[in-house]
Every structure is written in C-alpha cells, then in structure tokens.
T-cell receptor, first 106, second 113 residues
Framework: AQRVTQPEKLLSVFKGAPVELKCNYSYSGSPELFWYVQYSRQRLQLLLRHISRESIKGFTADLNKGETSFHLKKPFAQEEDSAMYYC????????FGAGTRLFVKA | GAGVSQTPSNKVTEKGKYVELRCDPISGHTALYWYRQSLGQGPEFLIYFQGTGAADDSGLPNDRFFAVRPEGSVSTLKIQRTERGDSAVYLCASALAENTEAFFGQGTRLTVV
C-alpha cells in the first residue's frame, strides 16, 4: 500500500539555521516523490520533485530508496520559508503526508 | 483565468442538504483532480478525470459523493445528504496531462452544521 509519513507536525528553527523536514514513504513500485508548499493564505504549490534533482529557493531533497526517505533540506533557513510543507508520493494516485509546519524565527 | 478557480470559497450547509462545489481548471488542462483536506491532515485523493471521464474514482468515500466533468473542462463535485464529517476544505487541481505538474485552486471550505 502507498503511505507517506511526515513525523513532525511542527518544526521551529532560528533564521540562518539548517532545516530538515522528514518524509518517509512506503510503496512497492518505483516511487515518484514531490514536496509541496503552502504559504499563509496562498494555494498549495509544487516546490520540487525528485526526478528533477533541482534546488528551489535553496531547498533540496534526495530520494533514498534504501531508507525509503525523501527529506527536504535547506542549509540556511529564512523567515519567508515559514509555511506548511507536504511530502507527496505518486503511484496509482498521489498520496500526501499530513504536513509539517515550518516556523522560522527571527 | 490564470489559475484554477473554485467556487464558492466558503459554503455552510445544514446536515442532510445537497451541495455542489465547482472547479474551473486552467484552460487546456486535460487532467483534473479533487482532494479533500480535513483539519490537520494532508490532501486526500478523491477522484481524477482525464478529459470527460473519471479515470480513477477510488477515493470517493461513499455513494453520497459524485463528480462530473461533462465537457472536459469545468468539474462539479456533488455531495448528497451531507454529514458533519464531510466538513473539510475541498481542493481541485488541474494539469496539462497526467504525470505533469498539477496546479491547485484555493479550495472550497465546506462546513456542515
């Protein structure tokens, strides 16, 4: 069965500190993973996908099939990074995790 | 319009009533998705349309829920005999094709009292 787990509901860091939002998945096939972000009062939007291997707004995420993880990382958090972050897995359908709220303190 | 539009943005209805939620996708997008997001949860898949047909409706929770997309553009999610547990934000997303980036609407917040 498809499953996405984001173990942290809330993550609070100081500006300039590194940040890692955890995501673990369960899927028997070849996974396609994404991170979505929702800023305050804005709609859900795609942040990055693992197949692109890109860095968006300083964020990166590496798919680790051995650990079935797709953690989102940024070396130096900014206040404007404060938002809800959702990890998503596309198999037969797209499954979202419960989300992690990132709060970056000044 | 420039993005996915959902109407109404808020809907309050009494238990037992029928409601319709509308989604206007981005022009030219053939794929359309409906999700439901309860408080503190991520979006939960309901149904996926490719063109006019429902390619996957396995996420619809029961037969009170139904969705249509008769002309392959606008879609309507219909909920009969609403229950308090149906209260959630209903999200619509569209994509140029399956497996391409999906763009989300702002959602419709449904409250059943």
């Amino acid at each position: 069965a498809q499953r996405v787990t984001q173990p942290e509901k809330l993550l609070s860091v100081f500006k300039g500190a590194p940040v890692e939002l955890k995501c673990n998945y369960s899927y028997s096939g070849s996974p396609e993973l994404f991170w979505y972000v929702q800023y305050s009062r804005q709609r859900l939007q795609l942040l990055l996908r693992h197949i692109s291997r890109e860095s968006i707004k300083g964020f990166t995420a590496d798919l680790n099939k051995g650990e079935t993880s797709f953690h989102l990382k940024k070396p130096f958090a900014q206040e404007e990074d404060s938002a809800m972050y959702y990890c998503a897995l596309r198999g037969p359908k797209t499954i979202f995790g419960a989300g992690t709220r990132l709060f970056v303190k000044a | 319009g420039a993005g996915v539009s959902q109407t109404p943005s808020n809907k309050v209805t009494e238990k037992g009533k029928y409601v319709e939620l509308r989604c206007d996708p981005i022009s030219g997008h053939t794929a359309l998705y409906w999700y439901r997001q309860s408080l503190g949860q991520g979006p939960e898949f309901l149904i996926y349309f490719q063109g006019t047909g429902a390619a996957d409706d396995s996420g619809l929770p029961n037969d009170r829920f139904f969705a249509v997309r008769p002309e392959g553009s606008v879609s309507t999610l219909k909920i009969q005999r609403t229950e308090r547990g149906d209260s959630a934000v209903y999200l619509c997303a569209s994509a140029l094709a399956e497996n391409t980036e999906a763009f989300f609407g702002q959602g419709t917040r449904l409250t059943v009292v």
